[in-house]
């Protein structure tokens, strides 16, 4: 990495205390362990987990807590919605382990654990609500990774071959897909489906919902579910629909660290069923993820 020793103010942006401006959140206050949601009401759900809190902080839809359960140190994010918001969550997230008395500290070897705990749609009708998904790969329609000259294209393969299976227009942004973490996928995800998870730039007409306007894509949703890719675990499948895992996926595979998401099914598109009250399942999927990190 090439020195920041004179990145600008306005380039490395830092809030009054020296935390990074967005996440409230520096060296010292950021642990190695990060879980991330998208409200910041579900961050109050690991208060009642952990045994102790050493940090917590508000701005915007960003809710930081950090604290510690059975003796491992972990740090509870909310990110809002949308590959936007994690543009600026992992961006952060990887400067606060560089930063020091304003300063970046190019030497710091620190790698995080990234675990998404979110909701999302089924794309199969056999993964129905309530079931867990844990995402093995994640294919991106949002194109937030082709702004990055880091981008190298992990999976070129799998890139033309969804790009074929699609038929996009090409008024759309470029498709992108990354891998998650092998180790957390066996570690967290273990007992769960495994398969790939479709990041959307927006929940109506970029997931194929009609509401007033009309996705440009049709038979989106069609589509995506019967793209299939083979690997060492056998043929996957696009198993749901959601919007911020490539985005986590690609920012962990440029800077250095391990990311899975697991989510909460909570919409199955094909069968057209909803969870309506999700808040207990949540509940559990976030203690049972807290619970395999340690």
Not at 20 to 42: E, F, M, N
Not at 77 to 83: D, E, K, R
Not at 217 to 235: H, P, Q, R, T, V
Request: charged letters at 20%; hydrophobic letters at 35%; proline letters at 4%.
């Amino acid at each position: 990495m090439e020195s920041k020793s004179d990145m600008k103010a306005s380039e490395l942006v830092l809030a009054p205390d020296g935390s990074l401006y967005h996440i409230h959140l520096s060296s010292s206050t950021l642990a190695d362990k990060v879980l991330l949601v998208g409200d910041p009401g579900r961050v109050d759900m690991f208060k009642e987990i952990f045994d102790s809190v050493e940090h917590e902080s508000f701005n915007r839809e960003m809710h930081a807590l950090t604290g510690c359960y059975h003796g491992t140190r972990m740090t509870a994010l909310s990110t809002g919605m949308g590959c936007d918001n994690i543009d600026i969550v992992m961006t952060e997230l990887d400067a606060a382990l560089h930063v020091e008395n304003g300063k970046w500290n190019d030497s710091c070897d620190r790698r995080l654990q990234v675990v998404r705990i979110g909701t999302s749609g089924s794309l199969q009708a056999e993964v129905d609500c309530g079931s867990h998904v844990a995402s093995r790969y994640a294919i991106g329609l949002d194109g937030l990774m082709n702004y990055y000259r880091e981008w190298d294209t992990p999976l070129p393969a799998m890139d033309q071959s969804f790009m074929v299976h699609m038929g996009l227009n090409r008024r759309l942004a470029q498709p992108y897909c990354v891998e998650g973490s092998p180790s957390l996928l066996g570690s967290v995800g273990m007992g769960m489906h495994h398969g790939i998870t479709a990041t959307a730039p927006g929940f109506y007409g970029p997931q194929g919902r009609t509401i007033r306007l009309h996705p440009a894509i049709k038979d989106l949703n069609e589509k995506l579910a019967s793209f299939e890719w083979k690997d060492g675990g056998g043929n996957l499948r696009i198993t749901n629909f959601e919007m911020e895992t490539s985005a986590i996926y690609g920012f962990s595979h440029m800077m250095g660290h391990d990311a899975l998401t697991v989510c909460l099914i909570i919409a199955n598109r094909p069968r057209g069923t909803f969870l309506n009250d999700y808040h207990p399942q949540m509940r559990q999927l976030v203690g049972t993820v807290v619970e395999r990190l340690v």
